[in-house]
């Protein structure tokens, strides 16, 4: 998997769960707050991420706790957004 690389100086480097949203935070220290799936995608498409995945809190797995419908919300957020970057590199491609 091959994630766009517009700002490889600032890598995704952590993600949580938050009052609702997913937490981004980036390795030059940027924190994005978002429940939405596009805006995920974007901030995917802005920063590079590790092919084999992004450190997560232990937020991610009690999602519930956090805000979220369900115990796997955030998860589920975060996926349906890499799926998105993944299905506009296809179409591009």
């Known amino acids: ?13 952590f993600l949580s ?19 939405k799936v596009e805006t995920i995608a974007k ?4 920063h590079t991420m590790p092919t084999d995945g992004v450190p997560s809190s232990s937020t991610m797995d009690f999602a519930d706790e956090e805000g979220f419908d ?15 970057v993944i ?3 296809t179409i591009a491609a």
């Open 87 to 89: 299905a506009q590199q």
């Open 70 to 84: 369900t115990y796997d919300g955030a998860t589920k957020l975060w996926e349906k957004a890499v799926d998105m």
């Open 43 to 46: 901030i995917i498409n802005n």
């Open 17 to 35: 769960a938050n009052n609702g949203e997913l937490e981004i935070h980036t390795e030059q220290g940027l924190i994005y707050n978002t429940a």
């Open 1 to 13: 998997m091959n994630f766009p690389n517009t700002n490889s100086n600032d890598p995704i480097n």
